[in-house]
């Protein structure tokens, strides 16, 4: 795979509001959004970002690795060929693939839109 780059990683935490008052403090990194508690709340630099989310038990919830769409496609054939279940989701700015590592760690394979 031809990695651009660890784009975000995303974590379920049990009190957003919290969280981000400590990121914020304890690391400066401040949110550039705070919409509803079930749409995630990015902190950081666009393409180095953690996203943090208050929907499910705290933890990681994934890691987003950023490529092109060409090799987005070469990765989902991979998948499709050695029966990975994946899903494919379209967000406002990029569309992604997810699916689990062995460990059941979620990847998003994702494409930004230029």
Known sequence: MRLHRIDHVSLDVS???RSLAWYEEILGLRGTNHGHVDQPVFLG???AQLGLFQERPP???HIALATDAAEQGLIVARLERLSVPFRPERHRDHD???FADPDGTTLEIM???S
Do not use: A, N, Q, T
């Open 15 to 17: 009190d957003r509001e």
């Open 45 to 47: 630099p666009d393409g």
């Open 59 to 61: 933890g990681l919830r």
């Open 96 to 98: 992604s693939v997810y």
């Open 111 to 113: 494409v930004p839109k």
